[in-house]
């Protein structure tokens, strides 16, 4: 049971299937802000998705679209042979529904199909949702960079995988 007493597994099998991927659009990023901003203490600013979406010419930024809503997004530089995550965040309100492993497998899809060998990314030492995400999809921890969340005080994990 959640806590608003409906069944999890039901509502997370419904918003899953009640959700699209596409692209990130100019469009998106008021909402994308906002999602920013209620999970991050140094959220990313208009300015930088901007750039990746409009300037950058590795980056590949995908929203999780539910009733013409973005409520979660991943961004990834397509570096080959490896694709970097930038950034993968989920709404708090949808969270616990499946779409951050959503996210993920879209990306391990993209990675086969373009014959990627290795997915790195960087993670807060104690976020431990996403730790534990990233994990399930066979992520390991390969070294830290200290203070790296600096308004945070916090390590960053650096994560990969190899891709087969």
Not at 67 to 87: D, S
Request: glycine residues 4%.
């Amino acid at each position: 049971m959640n806590p608003s007493g409906g069944n999890l597994i039901e509502e997370s099998r419904n918003t899953r299937r009640d959700c699209i991927l596409r692209p990130m659009r100019p469009e998106d990023l008021d909402r994308v802000l906002e999602i920013e901003e209620r999970c991050y203490a140094d959220p990313w600013k208009r300015e930088h998705f901007k750039y990746e979406l409009s300037v950058s010419s590795i980056s590949k930024m995908t929203v999780l679209d539910m009733k013409n809503k973005v409520v979660a997004y991943v961004g990834i530089w397509l570096l080959p042979p490896e694709i970097h995550i930038t950034n993968i965040t989920v709404d708090p309100e949808y969270r616990y529904r499946g779409l951050g492993s959503r996210l993920m497998e879209y990306v391990m899809d993209l990675a086969y199909e373009l014959r990627i060998k290795q997915i790195t990314l960087e993670v807060r030492h104690n976020n431990m949702a996403a730790l534990a995400l990233y994990r399930k999809f066979g992520f390991e921890v390969r070294g830290m960079r200290k203070n790296y969340y600096a308004s945070e005080k916090a390590h960053a994990l650096i994560m990969s995988r190899t891709v087969r």
